[in-house]
């Protein structure tokens, strides 16, 4: 009993931080059908910012969760005016955006390790000690990441699901040119959705940081273990990415325990490549055919 609590509470929290990553790479995905490269960088950034705000700024720790969040924001929306804009009427659009982020992402990264150097450093931006169920201790801190996700995530669909703004989004993705004709502002919501992708990357980089330790180049594992996840739920399925990222949570953390930890990725890899062999719009994706 204490071997299966100790997997569900590590792939719970696993699972949380996959979930706050991969949404805003779903998001941006469904809206634009761009997949940005530059997330991981960001992620890395949004904890950068918390730690420096708190170490060098003196700031309390909710001025620094705001400011990660406000840089992370700021990046997406950079990147859509700068880059995503003016690549948009290309037709080679996802082509031109997916080396164009690889650039942004280089760019940060290097920025990161000029200003912050190579080594690794501890994000104060966390929760000490623990309680106990059973013989397993589960610390508070991840008990926050579990809490903290499970609030954002409610927060995203509440504003998808019900609120203007998430109806403008919705539409938008399904179908740009008929978004514009009943008056949507497609440009203010790529930049809206860039902006908030760029945010929740800043609070994965904090909640992933504070379980481990900050690099530069920290973002590129939790990066990819989104587009997996993307790509198993379906890319641009945002609920069917929260579900994968959680399921994908709990069986790394199973497989890490059974099998050893370098056996994790490996199992990730051999799902994506069954559900691309089996169901390739995703677990959640619609399959889409073209008559020619």
């Not at 071997?3 to 809206?31: E, K, R």
């Not at 059908?33 to 997330?39: E, G, I, P, R, S």
């Not at 990161?112 to 690794?120: A, D, M, R």
């Not at 390739?280 to 073209?290: C, I, M, N, S, T």
Request: aromatic share 6%.
């Amino acid at each position: 009993m204490d071997v299966f609590i100790q997997i569900v509470v590590s792939g719970l929290t696993l699972g949380a931080m996959y979930a706050v990553s991969t949404v805003g790479l779903s998001l941006v995905y469904g809206s634009l059908n761009m997949l940005n490269m530059a997330h991981g960088a960001i992620l890395s950034s949004g904890g950068y910012v918390a730690y420096w705000s708190m170490q060098k700024a003196g700031f309390p720790p909710s001025v620094a969760l705001v400011a990660a969040i406000i840089a992370g924001g700021v990046i997406g929306l950079v990147i859509y005016v700068l880059l995503a804009r003016p690549l948009l009427p290309r037709q080679s659009f996802e082509t031109s955006i997916f080396i164009a982020t690889i650039g942004v992402g280089a760019v940060l990264e290097n920025l990161l390790l000029k200003g912050f150097g190579p080594q690794q450093v501890p994000q104060p931006l966390s929760l000490e000690g623990g309680f106990k169920i059973g013989n397993v201790l589960v610390l508070h801190q991840n008990l926050a990441i579990l809490l903290s996700a499970v609030a954002m995530m409610a927060l995203v669909a509440i504003v998808l699901r019900t609120s203007r703004l998430g109806r403008a989004i919705r539409a938008t993705a399904q179908n740009r040119e008929a978004a514009q004709l009943v008056g949507v502002d497609v440009g203010k919501i790529y930049a809206i959705v860039l902006a908030l992708s760029g945010g929740l990357a800043a609070v994965a980089g904090i909640m992933i940081s504070s379980l481990a330790t900050l690099s530069p180049t920290m973002g590129g594992d939790p990066m990819l273990k989104a587009f997996v996840i993307c790509v198993v739920a379906g890319l641009g399925n945002v609920s069917g990415a929260v579900i994968a990222a959680i399921a994908i949570g709990l069986l790394e953390a199973g497989i890490q325990y059974t099998l050893g930890v370098r056996f994790g990725f490996a199992t990730l890899l051999m799902i994506v490549i069954a559900t691309l062999i089996w169901r390739p719009a995703g677990l959640f994706g619609v399959r889409q055919e073209v008559r020619l």
